[in-house]
């Protein structure tokens, strides 16, 4: 599956998960028989494979044609919209940014990838298993009101302001613009080609959502911000959106725009259930 899977699975173990310890209990058995799982293994590796065997959003750079492409329409999620997570810890819904689902279909990908690939299963298949080693649970949300966020151009544009802002925080350190911090990050070579700020974005910007789940990076607490600052609640995550998922989000303000309304722990039968039922095409 390649470096496809590798950044699939760098991306995957850090969109807010928290994986602390568990209080001592039975673990949880599947009681399906090996074949059952060995298919629900294959399948799951399939649809990964199948789902991002292609080139990314944008390729490896952006072009001022698909820039110019971009839409310029913003979306928005109505009041009382249900949406769905898959996580570890189900106290842990309200801190920093929220990676949820929107669609049934999304959410169906999450219940079946996420135990299968989380960090404790790097390195092994972790699909189809006899049993998982962490616990995990679907929560369900109820937005209390509207969602509301960017258009594909105006999330690029956004990127491009604080390349040029001292708006990355490294400690007590003064802040630096995002050029700067890339300039230290591994994009130093970039420098050499005397790229106006626009041209480094296209440059850098598939690269920067790759990486947008990662909540140690100063640069994305930077841009998150920066979407606040426009007025925005939600942003499309843009790493997975038309790829793995189909409206995947990234909610900027989960505590004053949704409501937990259920929490469930999935079974290991459930999880390897729906590995088998995702679509392959």
Known sequence: MGDDVNNFLAHYGVVGMKWGKRNSRPKDKSSESRSLRKQSATNLQNYIWDKTKDENLFGETMTKDQYDKLSTGREHIAKNTTLNRMTTNPKAVKAGQLYVSRL??????????????????????????????????????????????????????????????????????????????????????????????????????????????????????AYFNKIREKGFNALPDDYDRGKLTKAPMILLDPEGTTKVTSVRRLTVDEINKAQRELEVT
Do not use: C, W
């Not at 040029?164 to 070579?189: F, H, Q, V």
């Open 104 to 221: 049934p279909e999304d959410a169906a990908f999450y219940r079946a990838a996420l135990p299968a690939i989380g960090p404790q299963n790097v390195g092994k298949t972790g699909a189809g298993l006899k049993r998982y080693k962490d616990d995990y649970h679907e929560l369900e949300f109820k937005t209390v009101k509207k969602l509301s966020s960017p258009s594909e151009k105006e999330r690029f544009d956004a990127f491009v302001e604080i390349l040029n802002e001292p708006s990355i925080k490294i400690g007590k350190k003064e802040p630096m613009t995002g050029r700067e911090y890339l300039k230290k990050t591994g994009y130093a070579p970039l420098f050499s080609k005397k790229l106006s700020t626009q041209e480094f974005g296209f440059a850098t910007y598939q690269s920067f959502i790759a990486g947008q789940g990662n909540q140690d990076y100063p640069i994305n607490t």
